[in-house]
Nanobody, 124 residues
């Protein structure tokens, strides 16, 4: 098992930046594919970004491509989400998640472990 704790959320003006962190504990971090998802009020949880075990492959939702960057530091058991040029529609609770599969995936149901979430609010 792995425990995930997100941090770094907050209030930011449109056009601003935030960096989210997700610290993992428990089973060896490098054995997990990691993903970031978000959920806005009244909407379903949606895929944001994912990164494979080594950090060599990343995938993004079209809505954040070119603005957000996912990265990981296996030595620190931490995954990051750098969010730039933020828009009000980025407002949501952001969750990190861990998947025991070999390949990175955008499918919510494939992820086995979830953090508690961190609120990101982008003011216009």
């Amino acid at each position: 098992q792995v425990q995930l704790v997100e941090s770094g959320g907050g209030l930011v003006q449109a056009g601003g930046s935030l960096r989210l962190s997700c610290a993992a504990s428990g089973r060896t971090f490098s054995t997990y594919v990691m993903g970031w998802f978000r959920q806005a009020p009244g909407k379903e949880r949606e895929f944001v970004a994912t990164i494979n075990r080594s950090g060599g492959s990343t995938y993004y939702a079209d809505s954040v491509k070119g603005r957000f960057t996912i990265s990981r530091d296996n030595a620190k058991s931490t995954v990051y989400l750098q969010m730039n040029s933020q828009k009000p529609e980025d407002t949501a609770v952001y969750y990190c998640a861990a998947d025991t599969s070999i390949l990175a995936t955008m499918i919510v149901e494939r992820y086995d472990y979830w953090g508690q979430g961190t609120q990101v609010t982008v003011a216009s």
